[in-house]
């Protein structure tokens, strides 16, 4: 008796060898979500500005004084989008529209001294301006702990 997987048949089960198999699947390892590159580029600047607008709102803590500003170019090749001045020094963020990228990307920011905030395209401003807030207390706490009030991108 011959096993049944031996004909690259996908099955369930096979009760002879006791293999399991999914079917292909059409999207298995396919990103069905691609954005075009120009659209995500959009949103991203998009993203960056709705961040920069609620950090020169009024209302913000005391401690966070200003000015914020956009990253120069140097900057920005290093992964930086907006300088926010707080009483600690600088704090560089990055900004990401989509969630599932934010996420990923947090830890690997966060080593660089880079916080992370996420500004979704159907959040509201007080949405994005918490998580922000929430970003800015959590690096200045850090900061503080450690001494640090790193001035520098290395």
């Not at 060898?17 to 954005?35: E, M, Y």
Request: one cysteine or more; a positive charge; proline letters at 5%.
């Amino acid at each position: 008796m011959s096993c049944v997987c031996s004909n690259d048949q996908y099955v369930i089960f096979c009760v002879l060898c006791g293999r399991h198999d999914k079917p292909p699947s059409r999207t298995r390892g396919l990103n069905t979500n691609t954005v075009k590159p120009e659209e995500a580029d959009r949103r991203g600047r998009t993203a960056e500005e709705r961040v920069l607008r609620i950090l020169r709102e009024p209302g913000l803590p005391e401690w966070c004084v200003g000015p914020h500003d956009p990253a120069t170019a140097d900057e920005d090749a290093a992964g930086i989008d907006i300088v926010a001045r707080l009483d600690i020094g600088p704090v560089f963020i990055q900004v990401k529209a989509s969630k599932k990228t934010a996420k990923n990307k947090r830890g690997r920011y966060l080593r660089r001294g880079i916080i992370v905030v996420w500004a979704g395209q159907g959040h509201t401003d007080q949405a994005i301006r918490e998580r922000l807030l929430a970003s800015l207390v959590e690096m200045r706490e850090a900061r503080r702990l450690t001494g640090s009030s790193c001035t520098s991108q290395d």
